[in-house]
Each structure stands twice: as C-alpha cells, then as structure tokens.
Antibody, heavy 122, light 110 residues
Framework: QVQLVQSGAEVKKPGASVKVSCKAS????????MHWVRQAPGQGLEWMGI????????TYAEKFQGRVTMGRDTATSTVYMELSSLRSEDTAIYYC???????????????WGQGTLVTVSS | QSVLTQPPSVSAAPGQDVTISCSGS????????VSWYQQLPGTAPKLLIY???KRPSGIPDRFSGSKSGTSATLGITGLQTGDEADYYC???????????FGGGTKLTVL
C-alpha cells in the first residue's frame, strides 16, 4: 500500500531554514507528482507547490517563491521541502501529498503524509 | 481571504442531508476538476471526491459531488456523528498556475 512517512517535528528560530523529508513506498516513485500543503494552527489548508515526477521541475505558490525549494532523491524514494527565512507565521503542520493518477497533477490529492509540525519561535 | 469561497460552517441533525458550496471563477472551477477533502479533528485530510463527482474506493455513496459553471457542491446524505469534520474544496487554477483550497467548512452534526 502507498505510504508517505515524513520526518519529525522541528523547532526553529526566526530567520532559520527547515528541511522536511517525505519517504515514499508502495508505488512507482517516479510516476507521480508530489505536492506540499501546510496548515497553520486552527487555520485552513494552504497549497505550497508541486514537484514533477522526475524531480527536475517545481512550481511554487507565489507566496513562497524565493523561499521554498522542493526536490526528490530517486535513489531513496524521498521528496523534500526546504523553507528559508522562517518567521512565526510559518508555524504549521506541513504535509507531503501524492496525486491520485500517475503522470497527472491535481487529479485529486489522494495520499497524505502524517504531517510534520514546524514551530518557529525565538 | 481564499479565492475559493466556502461557508464557514453548516449544521444539521443526524440522518438529515447537507450541502456545502464552493464558489470560484473561470480560471479554476470553471475549467478544471474539483476535489473535496474531509479532515477529522487531529488527522490529515482525506480525499472524498475527485473529478467533480467521483469517489475513491472506500468512500460511501452518502458523499456526492457536482459542479455547475464556476461553483461546486459537496452533498452528504444520512448524516452521522462521525461526519463532524472540516471539509475543503480544492482545484487547480490555470491563471495562477497554482493549487487552491477553499477556506474550509466546519460541519456540525447536532
């Protein structure tokens, strides 16, 4: 079965960077787009960006452009998301999410990682 | 302020039916497939509906989706207390080249 297992919770100071990883299993890793979605405490879902199946192209939400980098390591079936210049408003749960259909983006965000809490505090 | 507009909350009694709306524009709902997500308290969201009206395996047929023009609707029949959750619509926006979520609707089963 499809599994997305994310790295553990992080506490960072303002201005620092955080890198969240997401290890995939149970499917052909290089056939699916991967998204990152975050959710601040008590708030709704916020789409951050999408990484193509080969990992050589990413599209980011305008809000995060210049601060976020998404990539993948095919050898370990792991995708990652790095967010820099952290501020308190970045405190949130970050999810990696696999699309429903292979080689299709936004066909439906079917498989979600367990989420990684990133806390930004001085 | 989300580009996709959902009512903040809806409520109904067990056994009743409820609908949740999601309003967008031609660049998103009007020209792309809508999906719906259920988020139970303290858990990751779960895909309920994709391609406007299709249900993934395991989703009961009490849940349905529809789309008309630039609006979409999630329907839930025979409400159960276990349906209490936050519901989000989601769609790709071709003009923004970005994924979008509605602000979310909290369903209370009285």
């Amino acid at each position: 079965q499809v599994q997305l297992v994310q790295s553990g919770a992080e506490v960072k100071k303002p201005g620092a960077s955080v890198k969240v990883s997401c290890k995939a299993s149970g499917y052909i890793f290089s056939n699916y787009f991967m998204h990152w979605v975050r959710q601040a405490p008590g708030q709704g879902l916020e789409w951050m960006g999408i990484l193509n199946p080969s990992g050589d192209s990413a599209t980011y939400a305008e809000k995060f452009q210049g601060r976020v980098t998404m990539g993948r390591d095919t050898a370990t079936s792991t995708v990652y998301m790095e967010l820099s210049s952290l501020r308190s408003e970045d405190t949130a749960i970050y999810y990696c999410v696999r699309d429903l259909r292979h080689l299709d983006f936004w066909s439906g965000l079917e498989h979600w990682g367990q989420g990684t809490l990133v806390t930004v505090s001085s | 302020q989300s580009v996709l507009t959902q009512p903040p909350s809806v409520s109904a009694a067990p056994g009743q039916d409820v609908t949740i709306s999601c309003s967008g524009s031609s660049s998103n709902i009007g020209n792309n497939y809508v999906s719906w997500y259920q988020q139970l308290p303290g858990t990751a969201p779960k895909l309920l509906i994709y391609d406007n009206h299709k249900r993934p395996s395991g989703i009961p047929d009490r849940f349905s989706g529809s789309k008309s023009g630039t609006s979409a609707t999630l329907g839930i029949t025979g409400l159960q207390t276990g349906d209490e959750a936050d519901y989000y619509c989601g769609v790709w926006d071709g003009s923004l080249s970005a994924g979008l979520f509605g602000g979310g609707t909290k369903l209370t089963v009285l």
